[in-house]
Antibody
Framework: QVQLQESGPGLVKPSQTLSLICTVS??????????WSWIRQHPGKGLEWIGY???????YYNPSLKSRVTISVDTSKNQFSLKLSSVTAADTAVYYC???????????WGQGTLVTVSS | QSVLTQPPSVSAAPGQKVTISCSGS????????VSWYQQLPGTAPKLLIY???KRPSGIPDRFSGSKSGTSATLGITGLQTGDEADYYC????????????FGGGTKLTVL
């Protein structure tokens, strides 16, 4: 059973960089076949797709966030990470990592982590 | 404003059937598979339907999906109070550089 777990600071100051890590267990990122994704949900709102990374390092980002987003992978640790720069209060959200089996079909999700942007 | 359009809310009595619609365009639903997710209060979304109408292991056959043209529909029969949740449709958008897209979500109330 694949499991994903997000970790990282729950509070980030405005203009700083939000950094989260997703640790995958029960399956290997380097085995290929899946896209490792980040999704966020603003308080009381719907889901927003942020982007994904393949084990090879190729990435695809939401164009509305592309200038501020970096997703990277560390196959030796079976982890992938999210960095979102120049954050504002509008980036306050629950951030989820998930496995995409293709075509934005997200079959396994982490429990999510709330990140608040505030001074 | 979400790329995919869902009704904000639907309701029905226990034991009844409900459908939730998801409308898109040729660049997303029209040419890609649709997934549906259930989000119970305070939890992460869970995959309910993938590839328009397939159910992952463990999802009861009370849940069904269909697609026609640029719209998709989630059906739930034999409603239970435990089905009260937010439901989201999602798919890939093949427009230049768009990526994954979701509907705005539908709140299901089981009266």
């Amino acid at each position: 059973q694949v499991q994903l777990q997000e970790s990282g600071p729950g509070l980030v100051k405005p203009s700083q960089t939000l950094s989260l890590i997703c640790t995958v267990s029960g399956g290997s990122i380097s085995s290929g076949g899946y896209y490792w994704s980040w999704i966020r949900q603003h308080p009381g709102k719907g889901l927003e797709w942020i982007g994904y990374i393949y084990y090879s390092g190729s990435t695809y980002y939401n164009p509305s966030l592309k200038s501020r987003v970096t997703i990277s992978v560390d196959t030796s640790k079976n982890q992938f990470s999210l960095k979102l720069s120049s954050v504002t209060a509008a980036d306050t959200a629950v951030y989820y990592c998930a496995r995409d089996r293709g075509g934005a079909t997200l079959d396994y999700w982490g429990q999510g982590t709330l990140v608040t942007v505030s001074s | 404003q979400s790329v995919l359009t869902q009704p904000p809310s639907v309701s029905a009595a226990p034991g009844q059937k409900v459908t939730i619609s998801c409308s898109g365009s040729s660049s997303n639903i029209g040419n890609n598979y649709v997934s549906w997710y259930q989000q119970l209060p305070g939890t992460a979304p869970k995959l309910l339907i993938y590839d328009n109408n397939k159910r992952p292991s463990g999802i009861p056959d009370r849940f069904s999906g269909s697609k026609s043209g640029t719209s998709a529909t989630l059906g739930i029969t034999g409603l239970q109070t435990g089905d009260e949740a937010d439901y989201y449709c999602g798919t890939w958008d093949s427009s230049l550089n768009t990526g994954g897209v979701f509907g705005g979500g539908t709140k299901l109330t089981v009266l």
